[in-house]
């Protein structure tokens, strides 16, 4: 189904109602919106007379509201919230969802699930108490209250009752993901397959978009001085060939690419995010009072845009080992279908390299370990610490042989088969050691007339996103001017496609990885 966009409503809305002895007020929402913010002392939410959702009564203030929705209507918001796991943008759709279709206190009471999840509910109507109320003390005052012997049986009923029933969809949708699966990768060794693939297990990809929900991520990314302020310089440094244009901004997160767009002269800057992040980058737009950005909340691959073609798309697709989540699929998908003729993507072109490594500590820290937990023999445990590769920021003292290219992907003509690649390698050795892993790092180019670029290497500054240490089964000794080859095969996994399989044949052994 189609995720309902949300976009800013750029028109004016009519001032908020106030009490009957105070005068109506002429200042504009934006004003409002900076005075709530600057006072010392914020106004009391609920003193103000607040009409019933369900009939006409009017209370003095929300919280006689909410009793009387409780003792009247048989409403309780507190199990509602349990109910449906509601948090506050959920009850703000809610009250949207019971005034735009009249229900009854009767019609909510039965509802099996909430049947206001549809974005257009978050649209901004009548100012009304109801909108304003903080839910989140719901959870403190439901807290209090222990419930019953029979409530809890009934609760472990209806548990019981959804999770053979989610184990029956979840059954049904791994069944049709394999076939699904099978039909995509049929063919897993043609080149340049343009067939489309197949999205994500709904649950992992809500998963993935909630993850992006969380404050820290955000944190750590906007942290990377190195990520953050050359994405900057790109834009900032190359004003003549941003000045007027429009601009795409794919997984806009917290809107600071799409800023610093305006910032550079843009004509006009939409930017797109599945993730809840995106309400609170709207509340920045306002804020810093940036005029010409619109951002949306849903899945580019299936939400309308303002306009159907950009001058420009941005956007920071990047995961661990370059690879990882597969947003890069969203890029093609937007290049295809919303980049206008002579259009240009940032960035242009990210290369992937590899190279041999050799510290005896890590190796111990992280492989050896398990031999001996506590006196206790946890050996079996060691071939998982294997297949799932590292991701650490290594030291450049214990690279033992010269970095190699093994993927190039050029944005403006890859194709979504590029995460299936296989390289033959052979690592010059540069300094004599016990090599016990390789490692994995991504550089990332702006191709623009004041070109920058940034570089995840052992040898550079550290990011958010380290590099990928692909431990090996038995360490080997290497001695100065040795070439050590074998070869490295990727594939998008079959069961997560934002993950990656990934084999590295060398010493006579194959070593099977999944990245995740």
């Excluded at 222990?146 to 949708?173: C, G, H, K, W, Y």
């Amino acid at each position: 189904m189609k995720d309902t966009e949300v976009k800013e409503n750029t028109k004016k809305e009519e001032p908020m109602k106030e009490a009957p002895e105070e005068p109506a007020s002429s200042s504009s929402d934006e004003d409002e919106y900076d005075d709530i913010d600057d006072d010392d002392e914020p106004m009391d939410e609920g003193d103000e007379p607040t009409t019933c959702l369900f009939c006409t009564e009017t209370s003095a203030s929300i919280a006689i509201a909410i009793d009387h929705l409780d003792a009247r209507h048989k409403v309780n918001l507190s199990q509602l919230q349990r109910k449906f796991q509601m948090d506050q943008y959920s009850f703000i759709k809610l009250i949207n969802y019971i005034r735009a279709n009249k229900i009854s206190a009767e019609q909510l009471l039965s509802a099996e699930q909430a049947l206001w999840q549809d974005e257009k509910y978050l649209r901004p109507g009548e100012y009304e108490p109801w909108l304003c109320y903080d839910y989140e003390v719901l959870k403190t005052d439901s807290a209090q209250a222990q419930p019953s012997v029979p409530e809890l049986q009934q609760r472990i009923a209806e548990q019981s009752q959804l999770l053979q029933q989610a184990n029956e969809d979840m059954e049904r949708m791994r069944n049709d993901f394999k076939a699904l699966l099978q039909k995509v990768h049929g063919d897993e060794e043609s080149k340049g397959s343009n067939k489309s693939v197949p999205r994500n297990n709904a649950c992992l990809d809500n998963e993935y978009f909630k993850s992006y929900s969380h404050f820290g991520i955000h944190h750590e990314m906007l942290s990377d001085k190195v990520r953050t302020s050359t994405y900057r310089a790109s834009l900032l440094q190359n004003e003549a060939a941003v000045r007027g244009k429009t601009v795409l901004d794919v997984g806009c997160g917290t809107g600071i690419l799409s800023i610093f767009a305006s910032k550079a002269g843009a004509a006009r800057v939409v930017g797109i995010d599945n993730s809840d992040i995106v309400y609170t980058a709207m509340d920045i737009i306002r804020k810093n009072k940036v005029e010409n950005v619109e951002l949306i909340k849903g899945r580019l691959e299936d939400t309308d845009l303002p306009e159907a073609k950009y001058d420009i798309i941005i956007s920071e697709w990047m995961g661990y080992f370059l690879l990882y989540e597969s947003m890069l699929d969203s890029i093609i998908y937007a290049r295809e279908n919303h980049l206008n003729p002579n259009g240009i993507i940032l960035p242009s072109r990210c290369t992937l390299s590899l190279l041999g490594y050799g510290n005896d500590t890590l190796y111990a820290e992280q492989v050896e370990f398990w031999s001996n937990v506590y006196e206790v023999d946890m050996s079996d445990l060691r071939k998982r610490s294997i297949e799932e590769p590292l991701m650490e920021v290594v030291d450049a003292e214990f690279m033992l042989t010269d970095p190699e290219q093994i993927a190039n992907f050029d944005i403006m003509t890859v194709d979504l088969n590029y995460p299936n690649f296989t390289h033959q390698f052979n690592l010059k050795v540069t300094k004599p050691g016990r090599l016990s892993a390789f490692v994995g790092y991504f550089d990332t180019l702006f191709e623009l007339p004041s070109a920058v670029m940034f570089s995840t290497s052992p040898t550079a500054t550290p990011t958010h996103w380290k590099q990928t240490v692909f431990f090996i089964d038995k360490p080997q000794i290497v001695k100065e001017g040795d070439v050590i080859s074998g070869k490295i095969t990727s594939r998008r996994h079959k069961e997560d496609v934002r993950a990656l399989s990934v084999d590295i044949e060398v010493f006579g052994k194959k070593h099977k990885y999944m990245v995740v």
